[in-house]
């Protein structure tokens, strides 16, 4: 056994002596940060909210209508992880409401403040009804609790964490200009640029008919990012993507290119990420914030809308 791990055996077996010598005294390691919770010993708020602050700053408390970003673990009664930022290597954000139950977790973002921690217990009932508002899996007992492991990383205005996205926005769209420039010089395109920023290539001319808004267009696609990461296409599923083109059903870049080119013409479509999915991460990360894609498309067929 390692150091580390003869470390961390060390500090189980004292906390779980602080916690008493009773065998059934509940605990959990957290594996990204090394910390051992004590499950006993929680508060309970006047409406049933169930809790444990583990580190308390002297900052403003958190209210309803200030947005945070937090570094979240929530788990079953079973010990199962539902959802880990930490994990996921991106913090959460989240805008603060008015709790929708007694005892939300809402409630308890209000006893904290930037920088504090704590663990949280959530009928998982209510959390599915009120919140989720769909119902709750068949493997997350009925009645059951949610423990939710939370560290407050910043709080900001609504004001505030406008501004601060504006500025990201701004700085990542500078960057993205120049590395569609470097794609296309790179690869050696020559490119016909849209009004919305939106650039292609016809590959292959397609008839004189083309899409309107309402119309149903009939799509063979591949899409990959910038760096050549290929993260969804619709060959193997040997037939084409059906959808009406101009009714937001899908991004904007593909809106605007679907009414351009015609029927059974191919393209490759470089497409900014504000006619994308903008600030957005897709896919648990596959297509991440303000990313360009690159789509080879095949209108395959256009099916009229009814007059």
């Given amino acids: 056994m390692t150091r580390r791990l003869l470390i961390i055996a060390a500090l189980a077996t004292a906390l779980f002596q602080s916690c008493g010598d ?6 959990y390691v957290s594996k990204y ?7 006993d010993g929680f508060k309970t708020s006047e409406d049933g909210l169930k809790y ?4 308390t700053n002297q900052g403003e408390k958190i209210k309803a209508g200030h947005f945070v970003t937090l570094n979240m673990v929530y788990r079953t009664d ?11 290597g991106q913090a959460f954000k989240l805008e603060v409401v008015e709790p929708s139950f007694k005892g939300d977790l809402m409630h308890g973002l209000t006893l904290l ?3 504090d921690s704590a663990t949280f217990l959530i009928n998982a009932d209510s959390l599915f009804e009120k919140t989720f508002r769909f119902q709750r899996p068949a493997f997350i007992a009925a009645g059951s ?8 990383e910043k709080v900001q205005s609504k004001k505030q964490m406008e501004d601060e996205m504006q500025a990201e926005a701004a700085k990542k769209a500078t960057t993205e200009k120049v590395n569609i420039s470097k794609y296309i010089a790179d690869n050696k395109l020559t490119t016909v640029i849209t009004a919305s920023g ?25 899409g990959r990012l910038l760096n050549g990461f290929k993260f969804d296409s619709s060959y193997p599923e040997g037939k084409p993507l059906e959808f009406p083109v101009g009714q ?48 080879d498309m095949e209108l395959v067929g256009i099916k009229k809308a009814k007059k």
């Fill in 248 to 295: 937001g059903v899908v991004i904007k870049g593909w809106d605007e290119i679907l009414q351009i080119m015609g029927k059974g013409a191919r393209a490759t479509v470089i497409i900014p990420s504000a006619m994308a999915y903008g600030g957005s991460e897709i896919g648990n990360g596959a297509i991440p914030a303000y990313s360009t894609l690159v789509f």
């Fill in 198 to 222: 939106l650039q292609y290539v016809i590959t292959k001319e397609g008839a004189s008919e083309k899409a309107n808004s309402g119309d149903t267009v009939m799509l063979q696609y591949t």
């Fill in 52 to 55: 444990k602050i583990h580190t």
């Fill in 33 to 39: 940060r090394n910390i051992i919770y004590c499950i």
């Fill in 145 to 152: 609790m949610l423990t939710f492991q939370i560290k407050i």
């Fill in 22 to 27: 009773v065998l059934s005294t509940r605990y």
């Fill in 78 to 88: 079973s010990d199962s992880v539902l959802f880990d930022t930490y994990k996921i």
């Fill in 113 to 115: 403040s930037e920088s």
